[in-house]
C-alpha cells in the first residue's frame, strides 16, 4: 500500500472512529479489500472486526453490503455508525415491503455507502431483483462460520451467499469470524467457492484470562459461584444451560444479596434489552443468561465469566469465556462441571442429529395423512418413528427434509387454551399472596374478560388476552399452571402444532439424502464434546489447550490457570486467589436439576416424565400432567430404559402379558414389530410391545 493511501486510511480512522493506530490484522485486511482480494478474517471476539469492511465502504465508489444474523443488533450498529459519520442503514424482516424499497431506492441514489442484510432475505426472488442495479464493491460476510456444518452456529441461509455473490456482480468478499478452527476456515472459503484469497488470522492468546475448573455436583455448584461472585470484585456474566436455571441461580443470588439480572431468549425483545442496558451501565453488577447472551455485547470490564454447565463445543466456551477481560485487566474465566453435563450435551446432540430410520419414517408419516398440507404437533409427528428420539429430532428432521425441497413449515399454529376455575373467584384471588401483583393482575384480567364463564370453563388465546391484559403471556400461562398445582383450577394449553406443506411425494426410500454427511456430522459433534471434556481432565496448562485446539502456534504455558498453579494434580481451584478448591465429587444423573417448564427447544421432555414416573404416578397420570399422548409417554419410557434408567414396567404392563411378548418376540424376531403385534392380537397395544421389548433388550 503506497503512504498515501496508508495516511488517508488513518485519517479516516481518527476522524470517525478516533483510533490513533490500527489494531493488529486490520490493517493487512483493509489493504487486501482495497486490492480486490477475497479475504478471511479470523480474529476474536472484540479485536475489531467491524472496522474492517466499516472503513472501506468510506472509500469504495459502490456499495458495501454486510451480511449479519444478528437481526437484534442491526439497528444499533447503525445507529452507531451514524453517529460518527458512517452513512448506513440496514435491510431486515422487521422492516415493511414499502420501507424496505424507500431504502433500497435511498441506497440507489447514494444516501448510504454501507447496508446490514438478514442473509433470510435472500430467500426471496423479489429482494433479489431490488439489487439488480445496485453496484457493490465489497461484499463482506459477518460470522462467516454460519456457512459451515462444521461450525457450532449453522444457518442454511448462509449456503445462498454464493449464488448472491454472483448475483451481485462478483464484488470482492470479505469473510470475517472471531471462532473458526482451521477446518472451518477451509470450509469457508469452499462454501463460498472463494478464488485466490488470503486468509488472515490474528492472536487468539488473551493474556490476562486465568482460566480454571471446578468439577462439583450441580447443588454444590451454588456454593462455589456464591463464593467466587463474592469473592471476585467487578462485573460477571454466568452462563447456564437452561432458562430455568437462570432463574434458579437469579433467585440464589439475590437472596444472598448480589445485584444480578437474569436474562434468556424466551423474554421480550424489549425486556432483553432493558437488562442489558441494565448490566452495561453496571447497575446490576452479574448477568445470569442463556447463550443467547453476548453477541455484539461490547462491555469492556467484565471481570469474571462462570460456566455453571459444560457447553458443547471449545469455540462456543472459548467465545463466552472470551467476553471477559476485554480492558486488558486481569479475569476469570471458570468452568464448572458434573458428569451430568455430558450427559445433557449428549442429548442436545441426539437432538439435532436424527438419525436417517427417523427422516425416513417421518417423511412416511407426513405422507400418510393424504393431504398436502398437514397439521401437527411433535408428538403426533413422533408416533409414526420407531426410534426413540427427542422433540427435538424431530424439528431438525423436518428441517432437513425442508432443505432437500421436500416439505415447506409454516410458522407455529397456536390454538385456543383452556381454563376452568374450581373455586369461586374471590377464594382464588385470597390463595395468592398479596405481594404476588403479577398473579393478582393476571388473574384480574382473567375476570375482567370472562366473568363468571370462568367458573364453567373458557377457551382462550393467550395472545390475545395478554395483550388486553397489558401482561405478558409466560405470566397467564404460569397462573394457570400455578392454579391447577393448587387444584383450583383445570387447565389446558393450547395446541402447538407445525403446519407442513408437502412439496414432493417420493417413495420414502428414495429421498435424495446425503445420509452420510449427516452421519458425519453428527460424528464430529460428539468429537468436538469429547474435546470440551478432555479440557476438563486435562492436567496442563489451559490456555495451552484452547490455543492448541485453533492451531494457533504461539501457545505457551500461561502460568497462572489452575493447572499452572498447582502442576500434576486434578485439583479445582485458585489456591492463591482464595477461590476453594473442592474434591473431585461425581454425580449421577439424578442431580440434575429438573426443569418444570422445557419446551420443544430445550430437549428435556423424557427427563421430565422420568421425575413424574419416579413420583409413582400411573400412565394415564403422567399423560394428562404432561399434556402428552399415552403413546408420548411411553416413548418417553422406553428412551429412559435404553439410557439406563430403572423402570419398573410391571405397573404398566401386566407380567402375563409380558411373558407372551418376549415369546412372540423369540418366534418372529425384533426387526419389525408387525409380526409379533398380529400374532397377539387385539389385547395387547403396541406401547405394550414397545415397552416389553425395551425392557427385555435392556
Ligand atoms: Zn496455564
Known amino acids: 500500500m503506497p503512504d498515501s493511501q496508508l495516511s488517508q486510511l488513518k485519517d479516516l480512522l481518527k476522524i470517525h472512529w478516533n483510533y490513533s493506530e490500527f489494531r493488529f490484522g486490520q490493517e493487512q485486511a483493509i489493504k487486501n479489500v482495497l486490492a480486490k482480494k477475497n479475504t478471511v478474517v479470523v480474529m476474536p471476539t472484540g479485536g475489531g472486526k467491524s472496522l474492517i469492511y ?46 424496505t424499497n424507500n431504502r433500497i431506492s435511498a441506497i440507489k441514489n447514494g444516501q448510504y455507502k454501507l447496508v446490514y442484510i438478514a442473509p433470510e432475505r435472500f430467500y426471496s426472488a423479489e429482494f433479489i431483483n431490488l439489487l439488480n442495479e445496485l453496484k457493490v464493491s465489497l461484499f463482506a460476510i459477518d460470522e462467516a462460520h454460519c456457512i459451515s456444518e462444521w461450525g457450532h452456529d449453522f444457518r442454511p441461509s448462509y449456503l445462498r451467499l454464493k449464488e448472491i455473490i454472483k448475483l451481485v456482480g462478483n464484488p470482492t468478499v470479505l469473510a470475517v469470524t472471531a471462532t473458526a478452527t482451521p477446518e472451518v476456515r477451509a470450509d469457508i472459503v469452499k462454501q463460498l467457492d472463494l478464488k485466490d484469497s488470503e486468509t488472515i488470522v490474528t492472536g487468539f492468546n488473551r493474556p490476562n484470562l486465568k482460566f480454571g475448573v471446578i468439577r462439583a455436583t450441580d447443588a454444590q455448584k451454588y456454593g462455589y459461584l456464591l463464593n467466587i461472585v463474592q469473592q471476585v470484585n467487578g462485573a460477571g456474566v454466568i452462563y447456564a444451560g437452561t432458562r430455568q436455571k437462570v432463574e434458579d441461580i437469579l433467585e440464589y443470588l439475590l437472596t444472598n444479596g448480589v445485584t444480578a439480572i437474569g436474562y434468556h431468549a424466551g423474554m421480550e425483545a424489549e425486556d432483553r434489552k432493558y437488562i442489558q442496558n441494565e448490566f452495561m451501565a453496571g447497575r446490576a453488577r452479574v448477568i445470569i443468561a442463556t447463550n443467547a447472551f453476548g453477541l455484539g455485547i461490547d462491555k469492556r470490564d467484565i471481570r469474571f465469566v462462570i460456566h455453571f454447565d459444560m457447553p458443547g463445543t471449545i469455540e462456543a466456551y472459548y467465545q463466552e469465556a472470551g467476553r471477559a477481560g476485554r480492558d486488558g485487566q486481569k479475569s476469570y474465566c471458570i ?54 428420539v427427542p422433540d427435538m429430532a424431530i424439528g431438525t428432521a423436518l428441517k432437513i427434509l425442508e432443505r432437500e425441497g421436500y416439505l415447506e413449515r409454516n410458522r407455529e399454529k397456536t390454538g385456543q387454551a383452556y381454563l376452568r376455575l374450581l373455586q369461586d373467584v374471590e377464594q382464588i384471588k385470597q390463595s395468592l399472596s398479596a405481594k404476588a401483583k ?6 384480574e384480567t382473567f375476570i375482567k374478560h370472562h366473568g363468571d364463564n370462568l367458573l364453567t370453563g373458557v377457551e382462550f388465546s393467550p395472545d390475545d388476552l395478554a395483550q388486553l391484559g397489558g401482561i405478558k403471556r409466560e405470566a397467564i400461562t404460569r397462573l394457570a399452571k400455578k392454579l391447577t398445582e393448587e387444584n383450583l383450577a383445570e387447565y389446558r394449553p393450547p395446541f402447538r402444532g407445525t403446519e407442513i406443506k408437502i412439496l414432493r411425494r417420493v417413495k420414502p426410500e428414495e429421498l435424495k439424502i446425503d445420509f452420510s454427511a449427516l452421519k458425519a456430522k453428527h460424528r464430529r459433534e460428539l468429537d468436538k464434546l469429547d474435546l470440551m471434556e478432555s479440557y476438563v481432565f486435562h492436567n496442563g496448562c489451559r490456555r495451552q489447550y484452547i490455543l492448541d485446539y485453533f492451531k494457533d502456534t504461539e501457545a505457551k504455558a500461561c502460568g497462572f490457570c489452575d493447572n499452572c ?72 419410557l422406553c428412551f429412559l430404559i435404553e439410557h439406563g434408567k430403572n423402570i419398573n414396567i410391571d405397573k404398566f404392563v401386566a407380567p402375563e402379558k409380558q411373558k407372551l411378548i418376549k415369546q412372540a418376540a423369540k418366534k418372529f424376531g425384533t426387526d419389525t414389530l408387525t409380526p409379533i403385534k398380529e400374532s397377539l392380537g387385539e389385547s395387547i397395544n403396541w406401547d405394550e410391545i414397545r415397552l416389553t421389548l425395551s425392557r427385555a433388550k435392556h
Not at 438 to 443: C, P, R, S
Not at 588 to 611: C, G, R, S
Open 54 to 99: 466499516q472503513l472501506p465502504s468510506l472509500i469504495l465508489s459502490g456499495i458495501t453490503i454486510v451480511i449479519s444474523p444478528l437481526i437484534a443488533l442491526m439497528k444499533d450498529q447503525v445507529d452507531g455508525l451514524e453517529r460518527i459519520g458512517v452513512p448506513a442503514t440496514f435491510i431486515n424482516s422487521s422492516l415493511s415491503p414499502v420501507e
Open 335 to 388: 468452568l464448572f462441571y458434573s458428569p451430568a453435563d455430558r450427559y445433557l450435551r449428549e442429548f442436545f446432540i441426539s437432538g439435532d442429529n436424527p438419525p436417517p430410520r427417523v427422516i425416513t419414517q417421518l417423511y412416511q408419516t407426513i405422507l400418510n395423512y393424504n393431504v398436502d398440507t398437514v397439521l401437527a404437533t411433535y408428538s403426533e409427528l413422533m408416533e409414526g418413528v420407531s426410534d426413540q
Open 438 to 443: 403479577v398473579q393478582i393482575k393476571t388473574l
Open 565 to 636: 498453579l498447582t502442576p500434576n494434580s486434578v485439583s479445582t481451584g485458585f489456591h492463591n486467589n482464595k477461590i476453594n478448591s473442592s474434591e473431585n465429587s461425581m454425580v449421577e444423573i439424578d442431580d440434575i436439576d429438573f426443569d418444570n417448564e422445557f419446551k420443544i427447544e430445550t430437549k428435556l421432555t423424557q427427563l421430565q416424565t422420568y421425575e413424574l414416573y419416579e413420583q409413582g404416578l400411573a400412565l394415564d397420570a403422567m399423560a394428562q400432567t404432561r399434556n402428552l399422548k399415552p403413546g408420548t409417554i411411553i416413548q418417553h
